[in-house]
């Protein structure tokens, strides 16, 4: 099973909303998150080793959702599962709805994308393996699975370097940039897509409730970088640090 | 914070962002979703691998060496969009077809133009009049890019007057021996298929005309030099040279005598799918001096800021919009059935024409730069001035239009209403039409006689075509 995300496409110059609410995203190119397409990558290549018989993908939010499971239709996944949720998710809810979608699938391996560019929360992964109890693999740069024994080795990208696990599936796995090249949905792909199955489901189906422990407070550009300033002697520096920017 | 900008640096800015701009230019009031993801997914493929060698291509006037652009675009599904599933084809119509085109004549002009000749000229003229055995025998090849199409009508003595043509097939043992030359014909270097008409009967006019299918290497067949062009650099054209070539008999198209059928029908879609290249052309403009325009300042503003460049802009838009809003209109009624040679002319004739006017604007909102080979607006007018010429010149178009308006709206009976919607036609006026249903095959066109006027409706599931009655003869068919 995938989890996708739609966001505002990685090309497009972010505006923030005037009320400062958040950013821009009416008349704005929207596409599958980049981690979401390497993760859907990575699942359409395991089925295609032949150690996954189907290739599940799963978007949660407002009905415009359906286009980015088409694209991944398109990619090759084999249906696509639509939560419809009319406002925007938290990790923690997405985390707990894919629990419920994974009681009812019963997947050998859910494989999300590290982090999502819009909100860049890196969570989602890490909350849903917690609330499962399943081993997690994040920021993988390499995944081999071993169907006999029923585990996946994973290389995670960590700041120290290269950390290797064993995971016992089911497992969680994020992807990060370097695990592979996402594919082009082929034009055959595309037409296909159009017959292949979209399930909905509510969030009362799926009995969750959202619940926002988090309120946005305001949303603004970081700031302009100013110009620099080129002094004429030691003696102004030490006076600017020490007056203006008040660090000595 | 002022940046003083050079001028290789700018051009290099440019491209960098034109992934970035290019990005709100589909048009979601004309494609569902589906039609959307496919242009999106043709959109990528041509901005990776033939957009890099746009400029090569024009310089060098010819096809980039170190990849096979043929074969790429053959593993991509491009070339038999309208070809069925058999073949190796994808079995859709023609909007995805044009859809295809503006997007990889946006990447390239030329590549764009040549892909034409090759997907409808050729495939789709095999695909529409081909036998079993023919199609067996060339789509698959050449839907794969393996082999490369062409087709070949006109002449060094007839171009806009294409029935003269003086190219002969005299009957022989087993099948006919061509003699004569053809002109300006798209892919002719390249090509291993062609499509080439010639007169079986020259004493019999439009009617002595006859298709042929020749392959490159039958004896007697021969490519002369390739044509230095002024823009389209790169779709390779040439003249062909037939000097007792023998063609076998199983390698007529359609039938003997009838090759003008095929010829006129194919020169409808020809048109339709062709009018989407211009429509890529006026993107690729927009895509050029969009970025152009925040990039470059001017008295202490960006130019883009100016009335001036802003007007021009806003008409480069309109103009790309409407011209592109009438293609896919018209391609989508050709998909329904509804083949009408009007609108067929009709959106080639101004969308060629727009997009010339479209690339002189860009030039002009590139000021100094649009006059310099690095920026891509040069290369851009060049390619955009071949499609009022090519496939009919703009004239000819015309003159198909404002002859079938005028036939049509004839004295003194009930004026010919022809509402060609989606959901019904409606005819009152002096004769009947026969109501068929036909998406291929030949496409043929009789007069109305004098029977009494009825109104009929018919259903987007069936198509219908008018068939013009012989009497009509050469006039209706001095026309390319």
């Known amino acids: 099973m995938v989890a996708v995300k739609r966001v505002v496409d990685y090309a497009v110059k972010i505006r923030v909303k005037p009320d400062k609410s958040g950013v821009e995203t009416q008349n704005v190119k929207m596409s599958m998150n980049p981690f979401c397409e390497i993760a859907l990558e990575e699942a359409l290549k395991i ?47 997405v985390a707990k709805l894919l629990k ?29 393996a917690g609330l499962l109890g399943w081993p997690q693999g994040t920021f993988a740069s390499k995944v081999v699975l071993d169907k006999e024994k029923q585990v996946a080795t994973v290389d995670r990208e960590v700041d120290g370097g290269l950390e290797t696990l064993c995971l016992d599936l089911p497992a969680v796995i994020t992807t990060d940039l370097r695990l592979n090249q996402p594919r082009y949905a ?21 009995n969750v409730e959202i619940k926002s422990d988090l309120e946005v407070v305001q949303v603004t550009e970081p700031p302009k970088r100013k110009a620099g300033v080129i002094l004429s002697s030691v003696d102004e520096l030490i006076d600017k640090l020490k007056n203006e920017a008040h660090v000595i | 914070m002022q940046r003083i900008i050079a001028a290789s640096s700018l051009c290099s800015k440019i491209l960098r962002k ?62 038999g969009i309208t070809a069925p599933e058999e073949y190796g084809g994808l079995g859709l119509g023609y909007l995805y077809h044009c859809i295809a085109m503006e997007e990889i004549s946006r990447a390239s002009g030329s590549v764009g133009l040549s892909y034409g ?113 002024l823009g389209m650099r790169g779709s390779d054209t040439c003249e062909l040279v037939f000097e007792n ?49 925040r990039e470059r ?31 896919y209109s018209v391609a989508r009624d050709c998909d329904s059935g509804r083949v009408d040679p009007k609108d067929c002319a009709g959106v080639i004739l101004s969308a060629a024409e727009r997009a010339t006017q479209v690339a ?42 404002g002859r079938e308006l005028f036939k049509q709206h004839s004295s003194n009976q009930a004026a010919l209403l022809v509402n060609l919607s989606a959901s019904e036609v409606e005819v009152g006026r002096r004769g009947t039409v026969e109501n068929k249903a036909r998406l291929d095959g030949s496409y043929k066109a009789k007069s109305l006689s004098n029977q009494t006027a009825s109104s009929w409706k018919s259903t987007p599931a069936k198509g219908f075509h008018m068939e013009w009655c012989q009497s009509f003869g050469n006039r209706w068919f001095m026309e390319s």
């Open chain 2, 18 to 79: 034109e992934r970035q701009r290019a990005l709100f230019s589909s048009s979601s009031l004309l494609f569902d979703d589906t039609q959307l993801q496919f242009k999106q997914s043709v959109r990528q493929f041509a901005h990776e691998n033939i957009a890099p060698h746009a400029s090569k291509i024009d310089q060098s006037n010819s096809f980039p060496k170190e990849v096979n652009l043929w074969k790429l675009m053959g593993d991509f599904n491009l070339h």
């Open chain 2, 245 to 293: 070539c023998f063609v076998p008999e199983e390698n007529v198209l359609g039938k003997e005598g009838k090759g003008v059928y095929v010829l006129m029908s194919g020169l409808d879609l020809e048109r339709l799918v062709l009018s989407a290249g211009p429509i890529g052309i006026m993107q690729a403009c927009l895509d050029v001096v969009l970025p152009y325009i």
């Open chain 1, 47 to 93: 089925k295609e080793s032949g150690l996954a018989k189907e290739v599940v993908a799963v978007s949660m939010g407002p009905s415009n959702c359906v286009d980015t499971l088409r694209t991944g239709l398109a990619m090759g996944a084999d249906r696509a599962i639509h939560v419809e949720a009319s406002r925007d998710l938290v990790p923690l809810t």
């Open chain 2, 117 to 229: 000749a090759h997907s409808n000229l050729c495939i789709n003229q095999l695909v529409r009049n081909g036998s079993a055995a023919q199609k067996e025998k060339y789509l698959p090849k050449l839907i794969s890019g393996e082999h490369v199409g062409a087709l070949a009508m006109s002449e060094p003595n007839a171009g806009s007057d294409v029935v003269s043509m003086k190219c002969k097939a005299d009957r022989v043992d087993g099948g006919y021996l061509l003699n004569g030359n053809k002109m300006w014909c798209t892919n002719g270097p390249s090509a291993q298929t062609l499509v080439v008409y010639a007169k079986t009967d020259v004493t019999a006019g439009s009617k002595g005309i006859t298709a042929f299918i020749i392959e490159k290497g039958m004896p007697g067949y021969s490519t002369a030099q390739k044509l230095d062009k």
């Open chain 2, 360 to 401: 002189l604007q860009a030039i002009q909102c590139l000021g100094g730069n649009g006059y310099v080979n690095e920026y891509a607006t040069g290369r851009l007018l060049r390619d955009a001035k071949l499609y009022e010429i090519g496939a009919g010149t703009s004239e000819i178009r015309r003159m198909v239009i």
């Open chain 1, 186 to 206: 082929t034009l055959p792909n595309i037409m296909k897509a159009k017959s292949k199955p979209i399930k909905k489901f509510t969030l009362e189906e799926l």
């Open chain 1, 100 to 128: 419920k979608l994974v009681e009812i699938e019963n997947p050998g391996l859910l494989i999300l994308g590290k982090q999502a560019i819009d909100d860049d929360c890196n969570q989602t992964g890490q909350m849903i």
């Open chain 2, 297 to 327: 300042s001017q008295f202490g503003r960006p130019i883009g800021e100016f009335q001036l460049i802003q007007g021009k802009v806003a008409d480069m838009y309109t103009s790309l919009q409407s011209s592109r809003s009438y293609v």
